[in-house]
């Protein structure tokens, strides 16, 4: 199975955009490290972007996994960043298009250098904290299904969130938008998922209403 948690597993096919919900940053390296563990063993490339503290633990995780971290960087398989510059406009602007489009550059070049797909993983509180919206986030979260899941894109994508940071209609929201939700020490399948054509005739639906009422 390609990710599990607790002792329970999923098997996560291509274009699969997977959100774990954390209560303690200490929970995103363990979650990540099993599922690029898969990743790398397949020829997959494999990306990381957290606070440098968190990419240390993934280091330290990989590594307690038997997995030689520094021949992956060395040959280009494993990448990890510890700066929010390259996701963000400019290096300072939460822009969730663009933050999509370096997705999409990254496959491209993974795909390009050899590699079978790829698997990303990214501390999203981490990336937008302080420059993003509930909005914006969400546009990010739709976009990501609507261009990766529906394509059956070679990759899969792991994002990160302080749930305590987010406004309980905005979690409510974003499980919506994701069939497989990591909440604490559980991983499952989300009964109430709304794929991005779904989720976007819902909205201008509930916008219409709102028009008629007004």
Known sequence: MDLSVEGKSERIPPGSHICQLYSKVTEIPGVTARLMRVGLSLSEKCMFAAAP?????????????????????AGGQLVLYEEREPFLASGKRFDPYFLLSSHQTFIAQALREGWQAVRISIDMTWLTREISTPEQILKYEAASDAVFTFQNAPIIALMHYDHSKLLPNLVVEMLKLHPIAVVGKYIKRNPYYLNSEQYMLKILRINRDKEKNN
């Open 53 to 73: 503290a968190q990419v240390k633990e993934l280091r330290d995780e990989l590594t307690r996994l038997q997995v030689d971290v520094d021949e992956l960087i």
